[in-house]
């Protein structure tokens, strides 16, 4: 049944993976601040969960690119 994703090429997946990364990012962002910043003592920049997720996002991105 699944035998045809065998014979997908490498790039392939790896296009896969960021696409799936980028949808992960689209509604990380998407989401309000108020939510992002709840239960923070103050609104910092460093406090912002989408920042910080923004980063994580693209550190394993670009491990996926490069292996």
Same mark, same amino acid.
């Given at each position: 049944?699944?035998?045809?994703?065998?014979? &997908? @090429?490498?790039?392939?997946?790896?296009? =896969? #993976?960021?696409?799936?990364?980028?949808?992960?990012?689209?509604t %990380? /962002?998407? &989401? @309000?601040?108020?939510?992002?910043?709840? =239960? #923070?003592?103050?609104?910092?920049?460093?406090?912002?969960?989408? %920042? /910080?997720?923004?980063?994580?996002?693209?550190?394993?991105? =670009?491990?996926y690119?490069?292996?």
């Open positions: 049944m699944f035998d045809w994703i065998h014979a &997908l @090429p490498l790039w392939a997946a790896k296009i =896969g #993976a960021i696409l799936l990364f980028a949808g992960v990012l689209a %990380v /962002w998407s &989401l @309000p601040e108020d939510f992002v910043y709840f =239960g #923070a003592p103050d609104r910092r920049r460093w406090r912002d969960l989408r %920042v /910080w997720a923004t980063v994580l996002l693209a550190v394993q991105c =670009g491990i690119y490069v292996f």
